[in-house]
């Protein structure tokens, strides 16, 4: 019964079959070719172990879980005497700015890679393409199937600090709309940023470390593991500037999100001090007929007592010192 799908890479062809754990580690085991593997957790342990892959490393690839919800392992890559574990992230990012984290553990042999499959695997037709875009590199080895691989993460990292980005301009540009400032609810929009920096948060949690990954893949030469060799480290070197580009990116971003926030308070506090002035202002133009009408309503003799005059006067009087103070205050920009 088939329990693992197996892309066997011989020259520049690629073979995909389906097979039982006893023929993947024959295929795995073959000198003349390099393999991908796609297994199950249930299955990877079988597999791995006749490969001589060190328990820890099989352990760590298979027990994390949903590690991208339960501050599972970071992005990392991890030696051991024959094998590598590469620890990567894949990132989504929906349409309400919240980002999702794939985990994609590898175990690394010298003719092998064995990628643990967990609800969501790696997407094998794109990455296939990729591998086809530069048929001539896959005779390097197990070094080009990382490379195409850690192209596609960083990929959906780029993807999602572009999206992120998208989503911080748009809050920018909201700051200071007095047309949508007036319709949203302040909350809201505090939410709303709070959850877009939280996502730049767990974006950089799994991008950051990926420097010193490349770096490691870059650098580190030994025959029982995959090595970079000087036609690869090009091809690596744009991935790590890749890299280097996002987390610039996040930090940026991060920082902006931070200004947001503390414009947005600053606008709230001269909001509420206009809001201040207004009723001060309101209430002293108001303090005016209030106070002559109280004045012309006492029952002892004035000019105008009683007579049609002292209306008049009274009238004009409290609009007339009313008007003013309402220009006053319109000039001072109270009103």
Do not use: C
């Amino acid at each position: 019964m088939p329990v693992a799908d197996v892309w066997e890479v011989r020259g520049q062809q690629i073979e995909h079959t389906s097979v039982d754990a006893d023929e993947a580690v024959r295929i795995a085991a073959d000198p003349d070719s390099v393999v991908w593997i796609q297994v199950t957790p249930d299955e990877v342990t079988r597999i791995a172990s006749q490969l001589e892959i060190h328990p820890r490393a099989i352990e760590e690839a298979v027990n994390h879980g949903d590690a991208a919800l339960a501050g599972g392992p970071r992005t990392k890559l991890e030696r051991f005497p024959h094998n590598v574990l590469l620890y990567l992230y894949r990132a989504d990012v929906d349409a309400q700015q919240v980002l999702t984290l794939h985990a994609i553990p590898l175990l690394i042999t010298r003719e092998a890679v064995i990628a643990v499959s967990q609800a969501d695997p790696v997407d094998m037709d794109e990455l296939k393409s990729r591998w086809e875009q530069s048929p001539e590199l896959l005779e390097h080895g197990i070094a080009t199937l990382i490379y195409w691989l850690l192209d596609m993460v960083v990929d959906t990292y780029l993807n999602a600090v572009d999206s992120l980005s998208d989503e911080v301009d748009s809050m920018e540009d909201d700051l200071f709309d007095e047309s949508t400032q007036r319709v949203q609810d302040p909350r809201a929009s505090q939410l709303r940023a709070f959850a877009t920096r939280k996502s730049l948060v767990r974006l950089r949690r799994v991008a950051q470390p990926m420097r010193e990954l490349v770096t490691g893949l870059m650098r580190f030469e030994d025959n029982s593991r995959p090595a970079v060799d000087a036609v690869l480290q090009p091809f690596y070197q744009d991935i790590y500037d890749h890299v280097l580009r996002v987390n610039d990116t996040i930090e940026g971003l991060r920082d902006l999100i931070t200004t947001i926030y503390e414009t947005r308070l600053s606008l709230n506090d001269y909001s509420l001090n206009t809001v201040t002035r207004q009723l001060a202002a309101w209430a002293a133009i108001i303090a005016v007929p209030t106070a002559v009408t109280g004045f012309y309503g006492q029952n002892i003799p004035y000019p105008g007592f009683a007579q049609h005059s002292g209306f008049v006067t009274s009238t004009v009087l409290w609009v007339g010192v009313s008007a003013i103070l309402y220009i006053s205050f319109k000039r001072r920009h109270w009103l």
